[in-house]
C-alpha cells in the first residue's frame, strides 16, 4: 500500500484560520494526509526553522502558506524547501492588495505560487497541492477528476430567474 501523499497547511495567525479552514476543509475530502500550523514569520521566526526541519525530514509535496499585510510567511518558507510554496493572500486592511503583492512579488530564484485573495485562493491552493500530489498518485488524481465532474454538475444549463437589483 503506497504512503498517502503530505501536504502542510501553515498561516501566519489565528486571525487566519475562518479562510484557511476552507483549504482543510477541502482537503479532508480527499485522500491526503495533512497537518496545519500557525506560524508567524515576524513573531515567531523561530517556528520557520521547525517548519524547515519538518520539510526535510518528512515527505510533504507540497506546502500552503496562508498570510496577511507584509504577508512574508509564504517567501520566507520558500527560501528554506524545495518543496513548492502555494502563498495564499488574506484580505486585510487594503482589501488584501498588500497581501497580494507581498506574497507575488518574490525575487528570481525563489518562487511562490500566488492564489487568489481570500477563501477561493485557500480552496485553489489546496486544489493546486492536491494537483501537485495527483502527479505520483492515481487515486487522489481520480479524485480531482471526480470533484472537477461534481463541479460541472452544480452549473445549471438556464438560469434561475431570481429578481435582479434595480
Ligand atoms: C499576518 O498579519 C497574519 O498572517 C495575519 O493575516 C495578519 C494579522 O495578524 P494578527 O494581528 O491578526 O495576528 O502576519
Redesign the pocket.
Same mark, same amino acid.
Given at each position: 500500500m503506497p504512503k498517502m501523499k503530505k501536504i502542510l497547511i501553515t498561516?501566519? %495567525?489565528? %486571525?487566519?484560520w475562518p479562510i484557511m479552514c476552507a483549504a482543510e476543509k477541502l482537503l479532508t475530502r480527499f485522500d491526503v494526509a495533512f497537518e496545519t500550523r500557525v506560524v508567524? !514569520?515576524?513573531?515567531t521566526p523561530e517556528r520557520i526553522d521547525d517548519i524547515a526541519t519538518l520539510l526535510a525530514a518528512e515527505e510533504y509535496v507540497a506546502v500552503l502558506a496562508? !498570510?496577511?499585510? !507584509? !504577508?512574508?510567511?509564504a517567501g520566507a518558507i520558500a527560501a528554506r524547501t524545495i518543496i513548492p510554496v502555494i502563498g495564499v493572500p488574506?484580505s =486585510?486592511k487594503l482589501h488584501g492588495l498588500d =497581501?497580494l503583492l507581498s506574497t507575488v512579488q518574490m525575487p528570481a530564484g525563489i518562487p511562490v505560487a500566488t492564489v487568489s485573495v481570500g477563501e477561493p485562493g485557500a480552496k485553489n491552493a489546496a486544489l493546486l497541492a492536491l494537483q501537485i500530489a495527483a502527479l505520483e498518485d492515481h487515486v487522489v488524481a481520480q479524485q480531482l477528476l471526480d470533484y472537477r465532474r461534481s463541479l460541472a454538475g452544480a452549473v445549471p444549463f438556464s438560469p434561475t430567474r431570481v429578481e435582479a437589483a434595480e
Open positions: 498561516m501566519g %495567525s489565528q %486571525s487566519d508567524s !514569520a515576524h513573531r496562508g !498570510a496577511g499585510g !507584509a !504577508a512574508h510567511l488574506m =486585510s =497581501s
